[in-house]
């Protein structure tokens, strides 16, 4: 069974209730549609539910009546979630009159309704920022305990099973930190190991350091970054499978992680890829997905206390629903962390 058919099926097993704030974006509406249809989340949608309602029968949406859709203008639980909101936000100087306006923001609204016990996980982007999708959900929903930093992960699927988990990789930070200190870099690391747990559904990360040196090859600070950081991250999970620094061929091929790092328990053999800023990050999978002619799923948000998930104003209906299975999935993982 290929990785999404078990990213699919897991969703479906354990339905998590997923809310879409921008409930009147096309491309939302009809992977909405096809999540019901499969059974992959009960889906929450944020809109006027006339237009909702008008869009879903002109594109003939036969689903869509299988929604909770929330009317920020008319919804009954406005006040309580303003109650909550102003409350989170006491300290920065915010009245209840400013959170009353607030939560009429389908953004703000889906993360009050994920802090408050209403919605499992939120998918947002298609319409608007990363900063817009973000801002709301470090407000209100914040960080997971121990966590400072958010970072974004991507879930490639690669046609060389010889690498990887058969050909599929987890690679961060590609989305969010640009230059990561020691301390982000190694939350960043813990973060795609759980992330590969959740998403990839890998029972084992092996999670690889990358630099352009191997083992001490090369001298420079930023080597020293990512060694210090490797030690770093074994100290917030003593349990994580992690080695570094490590050049990526020597992370990836048998051959060349026995020359390069012998002895290593993670050369040749990982499956977890971090890199050590953004910019690494952001070209590699660019790389790999155009040149290589992978998959890429993501970035998927990690480090949030409750799953968010920000889209690319580019995305197709399929990324939004492939995004929506993602997140159940983190849904699933955060709430089996808490038992």
């Known amino acids: 069974m290929d990785i999404i058919s078990q990213l699919l099926n897991r969703a479906r097993r354990s ?26 989340a009960d889906i929450i949608l944020i809109g006027n539910p006339s237009e909702i309602n008008a869009m879903a029968a002109d594109w003939n949406l036969m689903n869509i009546g299988g929604a909770t859709i929330i009317d920020p203008n008319d919804n009954p639980k406005a006040e309580e979630y303003a109650q909550l909101l102003a409350e989170l ?39 608007n920022t990363t900063g817009n999708v973000l801002r709301p959900a470090l407000q209100i929903i914040k960080t997971s305990p121990g966590i400072t930093c958010v970072s974004g992960a991507m879930l490639l699927l690669t046609q060389t099973q010889e690498y990887g988990e058969d050909g599929v990789l987890v690679m961060g930070d590609v989305a969010v930190t640009p230059v990561p200190d020691i301390d982000q870099l190694a939350q960043i690391a ?23 040196s191997t083992k001490g090859s090369a001298k420079h600070e930023v080597v020293d970054k990512v060694v210090a950081a490797v030690a770093r991250a074994k100290e917030m999970d003593p349990n994580l499978k992690i080695d570094g620094d490590l050049q990526a061929d020597a992370a990836l091929v048998p051959a060349v992680g026995a020359s390069k790092a012998p002895g290593s328990p993670i050369a040749g053999n990982a499956n977890v890829l971090v890199v050590p800023s953004l910019e690494v990050g952001n070209i590699s999978y ?20 409750r799953p968010v998930n920000d889209l690319s ?24 962390q808490e038992k």
Do not use: H, W
């Not at 790389?287 to 206390?305: C, S």
């Not at 104003?313 to 089996?336: E, F, H, L, P």
């Open 313 to 336: 104003r580019g995305c197709s209906t399929d990324d939004v629903y492939k995004m929506i299975a993602v997140t159940a999935n983190q849904a699933i993982a955060a709430k089996a």
């Open 286 to 305: 660019k790389l790999v997905q155009r040149l290589g002619r992978a998959e890429a799923i993501g970035p998927i948000l990690q480090g949030i206390a």
């Open 190 to 212: 813990v973060c795609t190991a759980r992330t590969a747990k959740a998403v990839a559904g890998f029972t084992d990360p092996r999670v690889a350091m990358l630099s352009f």
């Open 89 to 127: 936000r006491k300290k920065k100087g915010m009245t209840i009159e400013e959170a009353r306006e607030l939560v009429k923001n389908p953004l703000y609204l889906g993360c009050l309704m994920i802090k408050n016990g209403d919605a499992d996980g939120q998918v947002a982007g298609a319409r």
């Open 15 to 40: 339905k998590q209730r997923i809310v879409l704030p921008e409930g009147t974006e096309g491309r939302t509406l009809r992977a909405a549609d096809r999540a019901i249809a499969e059974g992959i």
